[in-house]
Structure formats: C-alpha cells, structure tokens
C-alpha cells in the first residue's frame, strides 16, 4: 500500500487540485528531485540543475514514449533505437511511432542479463540515434553495474546518440542500492551529456495511480523534450 504520507499530504494540499500545473512543475518539486538525486546517487553539488537538468513527467511511461519522437528525425537512411531484449513495450512502440527500427540487443551472457551495446559493430553504431537501458531490468531484473553504465554513457557520446536509462525500479532491492547512471555521469566528468534518466513514484513509493515521475540529464536535450512535452505532455 502506499505509505500513509501519500494521502496526508494530498488532503492537506486539496485545494491546489483547481489549477494546471505549469508543464515545467514548481519550483519546489524540482528542488525536491535534485536534492533526492544528490543523496541518492552521490552526485557533487549542483551536478543537476533543478531549472534546467528535470522535468516532472505523467508516469515514466509518457516520458519513455515522447523522448523517441524528441530525439529521432527520420532521413533517408531510416535511424535506429536500440532495446533491451526481454523489453518493456513502450521502448519498441517510441521507435516505431518515431519513424525509427528497433533494434534489439539481448543481454550479454543471456536474456537474463544486460545487454552490452559496446559489442555492436560500427556499421550499427553509426545509425543509432537513441538506446534505451532499463536497471534494475524489466522484467528479469537484472542490475547494470558501473562499469556497465560508463561504457554505455562513453559510447553514446562517441556516437552521438541519446542514452534513455530507464530507473524506475531503482528502489527495489534487499541487499545493495543499484547503482545508477548519474552516478556513472559523475565519476566520468560531472557532465550529462547524452544521457537522461527516467524515474517514477509508481514503484518506488506504490503510487501508480497519481501518474507522477520525473526525468532528469541533459540540459540541451531537456529544453527540446520540454518543448513536446508543453504540446503533447
């Protein structure tokens, strides 16, 4: 069930349901996620900028859908996403509604593992315009490591393609916090390039039901996504 913080504060706050919430979210909200970030990920101070590094999102969902039709422009030579396989739906419908081929990566050693997007030849890396990771993996569960998550981060910016790291069951563990690509950002070069997270209240904090989530990276890529999002968010 949902910890009874949820529905004390919402009571609390009734009155705020009689408006639209601004496309961006307030100001607290993205505070509240940069503060929860830094602690979380150990990430240095400012590493997130919450006016410019986040935007409040109507589920993971929306946001993993819109960040394809954000970051593909079909051309001649049709672009390609790459996916986990096993997958979660919404990464090969982005793709396909995108304009784009979905191309799908098994893990590296089985399906129940990661997969590991350096192994691809350059004939593929060349027409990737955006890769999706989800860890803690949906649905086999399965954790990329650091080192994973600097590989990956090191070879999207290589190529130049967007890294889509999808983290919303990054709160579900028993034994070690998994780790995360911010984290993976920060031991690199503090900076987001490339890469943008996904996270969402619907796991962490068994709110599915209020469509709330957030993502977080790339200034450059955030005020493009931001821009869709204030027509079709």
């Known amino acids: 069930p949902p910890p009874p913080l949820v529905a004390r504060v919402l009571a609390e706050n009734a009155g705020a349901w009689g408006k639209y919430p601004p496309a961006n979210g ?13 602690r979380r990920f150990a990430l240095p101070a ?22 394809a ?10 672009p390609l996403v790459l996916l986990p396989n096993p997958f979660y739906q919404v990464y090969v ?30 004939s593929v890396l060349a027409r990737v315009k955006l890769a999706y990771l989800c860890t803690p993996a949906n649905p086999q569960g399965s954790v990329a490591d650091l080192d994973l998550l600097k590989r990956t981060i ?7 393609f967007v890294l889509a790291v ?8 028993d034994r070690a916090e998994p780790a995360g690509a911010l984290t993976a950002c920060a031991q690199l070069d503090d900076s987001l390039d ?16 209020l469509r709330s989530g957030f993502v977080a990276g790339d200034p450059r890529l955030m005020a493009a996504f931001a821009r869709l999002r204030s027509y079709g968010g």
């Open 46 to 67: 400012g590493m997130v900028d919450p006016d410019t590094a986040i935007l409040p999102v109507a589920g993971t969902r929306e946001a993993l859908y819109l960040i």
């Open 166 to 173: 999808d983290e919303c069951y990054s709160e579900i563990w």
């Open 26 to 38: 307030s100001a607290d909200f993205r505070r509240a996620v940069a503060d929860w970030l830094d």
């Open 69 to 78: 039709q954000t970051v593909i422009t079909p051309g001649p030579e049709r």
């Open 93 to 122: 419908g982005a793709a396909v509604m995108a304009g784009a081929e979905p191309t799908f990566v098994a893990g590296n050693g089985g399906a129940a593992a990661q997969p590991d997007y350096t192994t691809l030849p350059d």
């Open 194 to 209: 490339n890469v943008m997270v996904f996270h969402s209240l619907s796991k962490r904090s068994s709110v599915p039901g």
């Open 154 to 160: 090191e070879l999207a910016r290589r190529w130049n």
